[in-house]
């Protein structure tokens, strides 16, 4: 989004935390496609204790703070999830007498009271963090529709509130047919075999011991069918024990670290299945997955197991399945149909592009996000 700004005129600053950096623990900047981004060393990682994440929050809000201070600007963009980020950037709009735009990712702080990550006394401060940023804010992006309702809900103004949901890098992933063939010709255990693939964080909320206990139950049913999970996270470990305790690890379910976002597209080329998965938590419904959209932009069919606007989206327009997210068995019948039914998967390929091209391409959604942006500093300055 900031590469469209800056190719659109406007002059844009990112700052940013660097969650792995040993060589420095001062603040450093780089120049990334015309993109001023100022980077603070912060350790995180998502198999981090939630005390000690919210601890990286804080030590990133106070610095980014200070560091803000120093910039004119006419706009500042804040991008949560945490809450914390909108504290920084609420300094900076005060002391530049500017407005401020909040992205909510993720409804905070209602996802971490749902899983238990924060209860007692910090609720009602992580409730009040919610109700500062949206006040403060001059308009508010929302990811999803449900997320627009959750915003709304605490009294905030419908109309200042606009959906841009995570968007498909059409670009990116459209791949040549040959980049995925070359990914299945690497491993002896795919080859041509029908291949569903994950890719993205093993954390708690995402559930991926569904996807093992999944492969299990396909096992009996078609064991040539491939199972693949693309990613690193708190919950990896877990995930391989209960694959090893089932007997399906490395026979028909395999795991693969983190790799960076530019090798994804030829194994979403390879893939015939793009699963995207949540624990089954109804707060989840109004997230916006990432892996979802990438799907999309491959022109891969998609499979999730949750309920909400993406299940909808995948009823109405046929681009993939919604696996039943408390019935193994029958879950595991639905997937093994559909992945071997040629002509869906094509057809939902299909649907899955049309999707990306027509209403989540990053170029269409970058523009809308400008003109909200441009509207809100003309706003200001009248």
Do not use: C
Not at 106 to 115: G, H, K, Q
Request: proline share 5%.
């Amino acid at each position: 989004m900031a590469r469209r700004l800056v190719a659109s005129g406007h002059e844009v600053h990112i700052i940013t935390s660097d969650r792995s950096s040993t060589f420095t623990r001062r603040w450093y900047r780089t120049n990334e496609h015309g993109i001023q981004v100022h980077w603070l060393p912060v350790p995180y990682k998502n198999a981090m204790p939630y005390p000690d994440r919210i601890r990286a929050f804080l030590r990133y809000a106070v610095n980014a703070g200070l560091y803000a201070g120093q910039f004119e600007a006419d706009l500042v963009f804040a991008t949560s999830t945490p809450l914390t980020i909108a504290l920084p950037a609420i300094y900076l709009a005060k002391r530049r007498n500017i407005p401020m735009v909040f992205e909510v990712r993720d409804l905070w702080p209602e996802i971490p009271i749902a899983v238990g990550a924060i209860k007692g006394p910090l609720i009602l401060p992580a409730q009040w963090l919610e109700r500062i940023a949206y006040r403060n804010s001059a308009n508010i992006i929302a990811l999803s529709p449900g997320m627009k309702d959750g915003i709304v809900r605490t009294g905030y103004v419908s109309g200042r509130v606009h959906v841009i949901p995570n968007s498909a890098d059409i670009d990116m992933f459209a791949v040549p047919e040959a980049e995925g063939i070359s990914f299945r010709k690497k491993y002896d255990w795919l080859q041509e075999r029908p291949l569903a693939v994950y890719a993205g964080t093993l954390g708690r909320i995402n559930g991926v011991e569904y996807l093992v206990k999944l492969a299990k139950k396909v096992q009996f049913i078609d064991p040539n069918i491939r199972f693949l999970v693309v990613g690193n996270g708190r919950e990896k470990q877990k995930v391989m024990t209960l694959a090893k305790k089932l007997k399906v690890f490395e026979k028909i379910f395999f795991m693969i670290p983190s790799l960076p976002k530019k090798e994804m597209p030829k194994i979403l080329s390879a893939a015939n299945l793009a699963i995207s998965l949540f624990i089954n938590l109804p707060e989840m419904w109004a997230n916006s997955a990432n892996k979802f959209f990438d799907g999309l932009a491959s022109g891969t069919a998609i499979a999730i197991n949750y309920h909400g606007w993406q299940a909808k989206l995948l009823r109405e327009t046929g681009a993939g399945i919604i696996l039943d997210s408390m019935n193994i068995d029958l879950a595991a019948s639905q997937l093994t149909a559909f992945i071997r039914n040629a002509q869906k998967l094509k057809d939902a390929g299909k649907a899955a592009r049309r999707l990306a091209t027509e209403q989540f391409s990053r170029d269409i959604l970058a523009k809308r996000l400008e003109k909200i942006l441009s509207a809100t500093v003309s706003a200001a300055k009248n």
